[in-house]
């Protein structure tokens, strides 16, 4: 059963474009919310996160926007650069102290100059 | 400051043969953990380690697989008799020690390691 969802494949935005990377998730026992980065043959890379307590956290060009009662996150770039074309993973930590993180499958990112 | 780091970044192994995946975690942090992830697929946790303990390991297979993180060296990750099954990216992550779980304990990920199995 997939707990954390990203239901678009792909997305592609011009540059200076809002950028919005939508994740749905089922288990109502995750207390964060991540978004990773990843660029070809490279490890993820921390973006941002949010606690469920929260529903909303910013950091520089990016939002992250927690709606609690409709288990959905969304990231919003904005303006989107060529420089954010990658692949973007929501992931999700369980509550309880494993610190064990759950990804969705991902979106891919494509920022035309 | 390095950052966490695998070896080998690629390894071909034949069908019954052992893989050994290796991780070095940032330097000061004492958490480790392995993912797996498949073509087209997100990243799946396997095991959750710090230093001679497992922790969390309800994503590792019950069978063939093994992993390590001894007092001194690296993180290992054993896969014994490999099938074709097992052929994707092992990424490492790290994170310091977290004495609040009030806060998120950022996991740094190393390249991973592309396992082959032919």
């Known amino acids: 059963d997939q707990q954390v969802k990203q239901n678009s494949p792909s997305l592609s935005v011009q540059e200076g474009r809002i950028s919005i990377l939508n994740c749905d998730y089922t288990n109502s026992m995750f207390d964060y919310f991540l978004w990773y980065k990843k660029y070809p043959a490279e490890g993820p890379t921390f973006l941002i996160s949010?606690?469920?307590?929260?529903d909303k956290n910013e950091d520089g060009r990016f939002t992250v926007f927690l709606n609690k009662s409709a288990k959905h996150l969304s990231l919003h770039i904005v303006p989107s650069q060529p420089g954010d074309s990658a692949v973007y993973f929501c992931?999700?930590?369980?509550?309880?102290?494993?610190?064990?993180?759950?990804f969705g499958k991902g979106t891919k990112l494509t920022v035309n100059p | 400051n390095a950052g966490v780091m695998q070896n080998p970044r690629h390894l071909v192994r034949r069908r019954g043969q052992e893989a050994r995946l290796r991780c070095s975690p940032m330097?000061?942090?004492?958490?480790v953990y392995w993912y797996r992830q498949l073509p087209e697929e997100g990243l799946k946790f396997m095991v959750y380690?710090?230093?001679?303990?497992?922790?969390?390991e309800s994503g590792m297979p019950k069978e063939r697989f093994s992993a390590e993180f001894p007092k001194e060296g690296p993180s290992i990750l054993r896969i014994q008799q490999v099938v074709r099954g097992d052929s994707a990216a092992y990424f490492c992550?790290?994170?310091?020690?977290?004495?609040?779980?009030?806060?998120?304990?950022?996991?740094?990920f190393g390249p991973g390691t592309r396992l082959t199995v032919l």
């Open positions: 992931a999700a930590r369980v509550q309880g102290g494993s610190e064990k993180l759950v």
């Open positions: 330097k000061g942090h004492s958490h």
């Open positions: 949010i606690s469920s307590i929260k």
């Open positions: 380690l710090q230093k001679e303990n497992i922790i969390d």
């Open positions: 992550a790290s994170s310091p020690w977290n004495t609040a779980q009030s806060s998120y304990n950022e996991q740094f």
